[in-house]
C-alpha cells in the first residue's frame, strides 16, 4: 500500500502522513521544506520517499506526477495550501497568484492526473482539503475563500461524474473549521472561534474517506455551522466570516 501526501511538512499534512504510517503505508511525501521532510521520515516506520518541491508551478505537479505514476499509488491525499488576510484592494497580488496556484491549480492537475489512473484500474482514494471556508463568502481573506469553494465544488462534480460511470474510485472534500497549525502565522490572521486539533482532524478524515464520506466536516460545531450556511442569506454570512478573524 503506498500513499502520496501534499503539504506534508506541518499541520494535518504532517499528522496524516504518521497516521497512514501507522496504518501500514508506504510514503510519497510532499513539501518545500526538505529540512521537514527529512525530520518527519525519519520518525516513520514505513518506507518513505520525500520529494522537496514547490507545487505553485504547474510544471512541478506535472514534473511529480511524472516521477511518481508508476509508484502504484493508492491514495493520494492534495493538502498543500495556504492563506492570506487582507483587504482585497491591499494583499499582494504576487502571493495571491501563488496561492491560486497552490490552492486551485496544483489540486486540480493532480487530482486529473491520478484519477484517469484510478479510474483505469478502478480503485484508489483522492481527498482534497478543502475548508469551512468553501462553504461562504470570506471578506479580508476573499481569495483564500475563493480557492477553496473552487476545490470543493470541483470534487462534488467529479463525484457526479463518478457515479453516473459506476466508477469505484473516491475523490473527496475535507471541510475542517480553524485548526491548531501554523496556517495562521503564515496567513497573519488569528480566528476568534475555537480551534480543533490537527490529529483529531486527522484521523477523524481518514476514517471518513475510507468510508466513502464524500464530504467530511469534522466537529459537530462545523456540521451546524455547515447547515446553517445553507439557510442564511449570503450576506449575513460574509458579515459573520468578517467578525471571526483579525489580523494576527
Known sequence: MKAMVTGASSGIGLKMARILSEMGYDLILVARRKNKLEELKESLHTNVTIIPMDLCSTYNCMKLYEKTKDEDIEVVINNAGFGLFGEFTKTNIDKEL???????KAAHVLTKLYLKDFKKRGYGYILNVASMAAFMPGPMMATYYATKAYLLRLTEAINYELKIEGIPVY??????GPIKTE???VAHVEFKTKKMDSEYVARYAIKRMFKNKKIIVPGFGMKLAKTFSKLVPDS???KISYNSQKRK
Not at 98 to 104: A, F, V
Not at 171 to 176: E, Q
Open 98 to 104: 501563488d496561492m491560486i496556484d497552490l490552492n486551485i
Open 171 to 176: 475523490v473527496g472534500a475535507l471541510c475542517p
Open 183 to 185: 496556517f495562521e502565522s
Open 236 to 238: 449575513l454570512l460574509a
